[in-house]
């Protein structure tokens, strides 16, 4: 079956612009996760959703960076007025259920994220 | 203190040895903890999970886990060229549904 999605799967933009990164996550999934990911480091947790409702935020690094998912299916991350240290890899996983104990996070193929 | 360390590597091994991989980890009060393989270029995947301290195998892995002295390893037995990857340790924080990983150790299994 189809696995996380993501999209675009490359993006170079100009600093000072806004940049909308989606996410598809697997169909059915409750739970949803953002990732920041530098080379050669682990993914930084950033904010993660059950359903619609964001349930925690506080990787989120300042107030340029916000994520919604409003049908709590397709999640978009914005990161507004872009600036150079913002460029990395972003990640997306989804859940079934969320308890981490029986699921399983499953990864999209990310959007490399070049800020010039 | 970070809240999740690995050694970064690379860790070479020869092919059909053991690969031994650690983690420590700093917050007493977590309870899940995770092995992620990631291949250059290509996303996480979960290998191994554990709970429960002592050892729990699937295959050619096995997770260790020892909470009172806060570290987790993974063993691989019998490495194959094809485990050649970074290793993420990843550790649920405060009893959220919430993970860290570590920066990931590099193994390569030597033909």
């Known amino acids: 079956g189809a696995g996380v999605s993501q999209s675009p799967r490359y993006k170079v933009t100009k600093r000072g612009q806004d940049v909308a990164l989606r996410c598809d996550p697997i169909s059915g999934h409750v739970s949803l996760y953002w990732y920041r990911q530098a080379l050669g480091q682990g993914p930084e947790f950033l904010t993660y959703f059950n359903y619609e409702a964001q349930q925690d935020k506080s990787g989120l690094p300042n107030d340029r960076f916000s994520a919604e998912r409003p049908e709590g299916s397709i999640s978009t991350l914005t990161i507004q007025r872009t600036e150079q240290r913002d460029s990395a890899m972003y990640r997306c996983?989804?859940?079934?259920?969320?308890?981490?104990?029986?699921?399983?996070?499953?990864f999209g193929p990310g959007t490399r994220l070049t800020v010039l | 203190q970070k809240e999740v360390e690995q050694n970064s590597g690379p860790l070479s091994v020869p092919e059909g040895a053991i690969a031994s991989l650690n983690c420590t980890y700093s917050d007493r009060v977590s309870q899940s903890f995770f092995w992620y393989r990631q291949y250059s270029g290509k996303s996480p995947e979960l290998i191994m999970s554990i709970y429960s301290n002592g050892d729990k195998e699937d295959g050619r892995f096995t997770a260790q886990l020892n909470k009172a002295s806060q570290y987790v390893s993974l063993l691989i037995r019998d490495s194959q060229p094809s485990d050649s990857a970074t290793y993420l340790c990843a550790v649920e924080v405060g009893g959220y549904q919430k993970v860290t990983f570590g920066t990931g150790t590099k193994l390569q299994v030597i033909p």
């Open positions: 996983a989804s859940s079934e259920e969320g308890h981490l104990r029986t699921d399983t996070q499953y």
